[in-house]
């Protein structure tokens, strides 16, 4: 849904071509915040379980909800359990699921376009009518359509978003593979000689998945936001397991004597979503320099 | 890829056709062929949505004994299951069966209640329809004032202060921003009631959420739109005629961006029928949340798909009147029959 609401772009002055894309989107100011923000979130997700002292799942019923202090930097829930080791836990299901979800679509996107643009015919009229009807119903009530048929589950979430994403990319996919392969140093290589599949894998898979990838990013925001939605109404990630949006279900009782369990999982979110959009949108300036209009 | 223009050159009037188009809408086709594919898309969800039931893993008649909370069942109580669910009929019989009942308004029995699927929606449809209707006028007012402004003062602190706001806002999921209007505003401040029970102002604060959401994107879109209006002749002319900015913007590029914003705003629907249960949920609003969310955590599939019908025709419905509206609004739409 992020695809087709976030129209956000506007005329800015052209970036020069990006040597690597690191440098590149190093150069764009938008990209540095989001790649900074997003590494921090990333370390969290890493490092942070292996480097807090407390256990995620483990209560402590003598220190419930202890506000914040030397010992819990983020304080402790109901449960007496450290939040900031559940806030590093639940990167892993928020932040990797998403990741996850997004490998998964880029890669069914990937195969199911390139194989209708290279096979044409028939397969590729089956395949982009399914395409279709997929993109004709609104992607987050496909998402409850496959959960309602799986039942709440964490891995039952990631595979309803990821059928509901699919489409895009596939569809994505097969117009840049189309567009790719009529090129004319495509058309170049193909003269002088290039084995078909070296022309696919030297000049039509890289553009395809530069291209979806560009998409992939533009969508881990809205991914991420879905995840803890779902895990918020209990959907997604079942307890005791710790997840950004299941916390801040936890939190709602408490809010009034302990504020900090909305906040840290709430800004978290938030710095979540924030990072994938800049990176999205600064990954989408890099690729289309001259600025849409 | 077509819609994109090089800066700096005079668009050509093909040009400004494609320009008003959403990119994701490039092929315009005469109205028949839009009801036509409408009517194809209700069809193929219909599919999807009955799909469903055979494909639902485990035997239905246990899920309803379960979602039932039957612990052991008698065989009679099985066997008149069975006879009411009509599983023994070849598939396609199901399917028009299902398809049958569904035109007349039948979606079947809850699993988990027992009752007519459609008694208990039609009981909690019209509060979901007043708030996200509420929360969709909001919006579009709220992203209409915003664009204008920051398109009147482009490049200045008003429109960097809107851009800033649109990001942030973007990065704030809806029920992120709805648990923290509850809690600092309704709580905190003590606005609204904590346990809504369908009061006014319960309503005025989740559909300002809802709007304030959704504003987001379409605030950058609208913005978009209207500067790329505004860098094209028409409004040139205008200029020359001594018309003033703001007279140009409202009178000359508002409605050349009018469309595509119309039509995110219709393709939106579905979302935000989808995304009403979790606002409910938090505000406590006695729509259809709470009954799809406990549909959904039993797998009550009658109720799932009343539900997820109800929404796919809520989207195509409002993506086919923005679609006739459109054609009837731009006549160069019109003659791109070939165009896909």
Known sequence: MIRLTAGGAWPRTGTAAPDGLLAALWQHRQGRAGLLLMLALVLLAVLGPALLPHDPNLPNYAKTLAAPSAEHWLGTDATGRDQLARLADGAHRSLGGAALVMALVFGVGLVVGVVAAVAGGLLDIVLMRIVDVMMALPGLIFAFAVLGLLGPGYLNLLFALAVADWAYYARLARATALDAAARPHVEAARMMGRAPWQVLIAHILPAVAWQLAVLATLGMGGMIAAISAFSFLGLGVQVPHAEWGAMLADSRFYFTIAPWLLIAPAALIFAAVLASNQLGEALRDITTPEGRS | ?340
Not at chain 2, 69 to 86: H, K, S, V, Y
Not at chain 2, 146 to 159: E, H, N, Q, T
């Open chain 2, 1 to 340: 890829m077509r819609c994109i223009t090089s800066r700096g050159r005079r668009p050509l009037v093909s040009d400004a056709a494609t320009i008003t188009q959403p990119r994701w809408r490039s092929g315009a086709r005469a109205p028949a062929a839009k009801i036509m594919q409408a009517g194809l898309s209700v069809v193929g969800a219909s599919l999807l949505v009955w799909a469903m039931m055979p494909l639902a893993p485990g035997d239905p008649v246990n899920m309803i004994l379960a979602a039932r909370r039957i612990e052991e069942p008698t065989l009679e109580q099985i066997a008149a299951l069975r006879a009411q669910l009509g599983t023994d009929l070849p598939l396609w019989q199901q399917y028009l069966v299902w398809l049958r009942g569904v035109l007349t308004g039948d979606f079947g029995f809850s699993w988990r209640t027992g009752q007519p699927v459609m008694a208990e929606i039609a009981a909690r449809l019209p509060a979901t329809l007043r708030l996200v209707g509420t929360g969709l006028a909001i919006s579009v007012v709220w992203s209409l004032a915003l664009a204008l402004v920051a398109a009147r003062w482009v490049g200045r602190w008003p429109d960097r202060l809107v851009l800033a706001y649109t990001r942030m806002m973007a990065a704030l999921p809806s029920f992120v921003l709805a648990l923290l209007v509850m809690q600092f505003v309704v709580v905190g401040m003590g606005l609204g009631r904590v346990l809504s029970g369908g009061a006014g102002i319960t309503l005025v604060i989740a559909a300002m959420v809802i709007g304030i959401d959704r504003a987001a994107g379409w605030t950058q879109l609208l913005r978009a739109g209207l500067l790329a209006q505004m860098a094209q002749g028409h409004a040139d002319v205008a200029r020359a005629r001594g018309a003033s900015e703001g007279r140009i913007l409202t009178r000359h590029a508002l409605p050349g961006a009018a469309l595509p914003f119309l039509t995110a705003v219709g393709i939106s629907i579905g979302g935000l029928i989808g995304g009403s249960p979790v606002i409910e949920v938090i505000f406590t609003w006695p729509g259809l949340g709470e009954h799809v969310l406990m549909a959904l955590s039993v797998r009550d599939v009658p109720v799932i798909q009343a539900f997820v019908l109800l929404a796919v025709l809520a989207y195509v419905g409002a993506s086919l009147l923005i679609d006739l509206a459109a054609l009837w609004l731009d006549p160069r739409l019109r003659g791109q029959g070939a165009q896909t």
